[in-house]
């Protein structure tokens, strides 16, 4: 199976601009944005990431939000705080040089399993397995693994598998041809069967339902949150607040606003989130329309509103911070996805993606 994976990968493999590197740094970079995002989107980032910042020890010395600001638009913040925080562990712990070992490398912040396995194996040769979802189906549909993936005993049985796997020659390309291999020919619909290198031996080929393969529990439903946000300005400038380090969209910038309590309408939300998240008192606000945003385990449906009419002075409640900004300088901040949204329902210039879901109303209520 090892030989046929790797004489697959030499010739099939795609070519990514990570694999022309053994730079350890650069390689950790790459695992961190692939997580959770499409290949195609992260070259850009990971570019341009590296041109700004070429060696941890560059990275280490960054301002936050100048590391957040080329992270715009990848989403999962969490990411790139973690990065930030571990190249500082690396120059104060390891003289700014990663640690080739797995164990070493799972010390530092936001280094998982399969992360330390990915860079252990691929950037320094070593023998360490990784598993992800790629692989879990490539191995459950290789060898007919029925069992329900998403319990924590069977995930082990994979990094058992993989553990036995990665063991030879090539380690960190044993690794990736088995994630190509998951990426590129035996996908969630439709494998290509006939393209395979493990087509002779693969079990659950030769049951006739791979397809079927790798079994997961139903998932629970995303939660649903219903949010309004405030575009409020004064003398051509907007505010924007800043939400506490640590959980969701965490150091992110927003548009104020709040989410809805029990049985309570979107204006009564604007007026009492206002007033209780940033002291200001709305009078009148004109619906703009509203966004949809899915999060891992939320749907959040945010409804926009202009508020040209407040009063008070900012006195800010659960936020960090406030700036009165103009438009562009807002859409520069480090933002999340349904921030990007809504400034680009309002017209307001952003990296915001053509597939974004809205629906736009032109409802006027007076708040009076
Ligand atoms: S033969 Fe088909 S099901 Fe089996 S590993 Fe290959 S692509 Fe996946």
């Known amino acids: ?154 995930i082990e049985h994979f990094w058992a598998l993989a553990a036995e796997l990665v063991r030879g020659p090539r ?53 649903k949150v219903d949010a309004v946000a405030a575009w409020i300005t004064r003398k051509n400038q907007a505010l924007v607040v800043q939400r506490p380090e640590g959980g969701l969209l965490g150091g992110l910038w927003e548009l104020p606003g709040d989410a809805l309590g029990p049985k309570e309408s979107h204006e009564a939300a604007l007026v009492r989130g206002l007033a209780e998240r940033v002291g200001l008192t ?10 949809e945003h899915l999060f891992t385990h939320r749907r959040l449906r945010l409804q926009v509103y202009r508020c040209p009419e407040v009063q008070g002075r900012v006195r800010l409640e659960g936020f960090m911070a406030h700036r009165w900004l103009s438009g562009q300088k807002i859409a520069a901040l480090p933002q999340g996805g349904p921030t990007r949204k809504a400034l680009s329902l309002l017209g307001v210039t952003s990296h915001s993606s053509p597939r974004q879901r809205m629906r736009e109303t032109s409802e006027a209520s007076s708040l009076k």
Not at 71 to 99: C, F, M
Not at 100 to 126: C, H, K, M, N, W
Not at 142 to 147: G, L, N, P, V
Not at 282 to 291: L, R
């Open 1 to 154: 199976m090892r030989a046929h994976l790797l004489d697959w990968y030499d010739i099939h493999q795609r070519d990514l601009p990570w694999r022309h590197t053994h730079d350890p740094y650069a390689i950790w970079l790459s695992e961190t944005m692939l997580q959770q995002t499409r290949v195609d989107t992260v070259i850009p980032y990971w570019e341009r990431f590296l041109e700004h910042f070429p060696t941890v020890s560059a990275l280490a010395e960054a301002e936050a939000e100048e590391v957040y600001g080329l992270w715009t638009g990848l989403g999962y913040y969490s990411r790139a705080r973690n990065l930030l925080k571990a190249a500082g562990q690396i120059v104060a712990d390891h003289e700014g040089k990663l640690p080739p070992d797995a164990e070493s490398l799972r010390g530092l912040a936001g280094i998982g399993r399969y992360t330390a396995g990915a860079v252990s194996s691929i950037a320094f040769g070593q023998e360490e397995p990784l598993v992800d979802g790629n692989v879990i189906r490539v191995l459950a549909r290789r060898f007919e693994i029925r069992a329900d993936v998403t319990e924590r005993s069977v």
């Open 282 to 291: 709305v009078s009148h606000a004109e619906h703009v329309g509203e966004v």
């Open 171 to 223: 380690p960190g390309d044993l690794n990736q041809a088995l994630m190509e291999l998951g990426a590129t020919v035996c996908t969630p619909r439709s494998p290509q069967c006939s393209e395979c290198p493990l087509k002779r031996s693969c079990q659950g080929r030769r049951a006739g339902d791979p397809e079927a393969l790798p079994q997961k529990k139903k998932k629970a439903r995303a939660q």
